[in-house]
Every structure is written in structure tokens, then in C-alpha cells.
């Protein structure tokens, strides 16, 4: 009977320790659980931010993209406008020159 005696000990023992690893691993997977949900969360936030930037990123482009169409509009409006003077003042060159060539003409007659 003594050796039965001891047994029930080391079996209440045993059986503590048993309950105690199960407890640990409860509480490691619950700290397991909490910090995937936390990672989550920041990878949310992350992607959330990451679209964000991006709409900006686009928004900036198109209104670039605006800026340069605008831009290239004024550019030929300008190139018209200088285009023009070149040839109004190209006429006026040439009409100077007529006009002295007959002064020239009218001067030797």
C-alpha cells in the first residue's frame, strides 16, 4: 500500500502539470491570435494609406497631365499668334521694300 501511497502524489502532480501546459499553450495561441489580429490591423491601415497615397499620386498626375494639355493649348495658341506676326511683319518688310525699290525708280526718272 506504500507504493500506492506515492503514486497518488506524483499523479496529482503529473496532472497539475499537465493542466499548467495546457494553460500555457491556451495562453500562447489566445497571444498568438491577438498579435495575427494586431498585424492585421496595421496591414489594413498599411494598405489603407497605400491607397490613399495612390488617389493622390493620381489625382497629382491628371492634374499634370491637365496642367501640360492646358499648357500645349496656350503653346499653339502662341505659336499661331507669333507665327502671324512673322508674316505680318515679313508683308510689312516687303511692302518696305517695294515702296523704296518705287522710290528708288521714281528718284532716277
Known amino acids: 500500500a506504500g507504493n500506492r501511497e506515492g503514486?497518488?502524489?506524483?499523479?496529482?502532480e503529473a496532472s497539475r502539470a499537465?493542466?499548467?501546459?495546457?494553460k500555457a499553450r491556451q495562453v500562447a495561441q489566445?497571444?498568438?491570435e491577438k498579435i495575427k489580429e494586431r498585424q492585421e490591423k496595421e496591414w489594413a491601415k498599411a494598405r489603407m494609406f497605400?491607397?490613399?497615397?495612390?488617389?493622390?499620386?493620381?489625382?497629382?498626375?491628371?492634374v499634370v497631365e491637365w496642367q501640360?494639355?492646358?499648357?500645349?493649348?496656350?503653346?499653339?495658341?502662341?505659336?499661331g499668334e507669333v507665327d502671324?506676326?512673322?508674316?505680318?511683319l515679313a508683308?510689312?518688310?516687303s511692302e518696305r521694300?517695294?515702296?523704296?525699290?518705287?522710290?528708288?525708280?521714281?528718284?532716277?526718272s
Do not use: C, I, W, Y
Not at 7 to 12: D, F, H, N, V
Not at 18 to 22: K, R, T
Not at 97 to 108: A, F, H, M, N, P
Open 7 to 12: 503514486e497518488l502524489p506524483r499523479q496529482a
Open 18 to 22: 499537465a493542466l499548467l501546459a495546457e
Open 30 to 32: 489566445n497571444l498568438a
Open 50 to 62: 497605400e491607397t490613399a497615397n495612390e488617389e493622390t499620386l493620381l489625382q497629382r498626375v491628371s
Open 68 to 79: 501640360d494639355g492646358v499648357n500645349s493649348k496656350l503653346l499653339q495658341h502662341f505659336k
Open 84 to 88: 502671324q506676326m512673322k508674316k505680318d
Open 91 to 93: 508683308e510689312m518688310t
Open 97 to 108: 521694300d517695294t515702296t523704296q525699290v518705287e522710290q528708288l525708280t521714281d528718284l532716277e
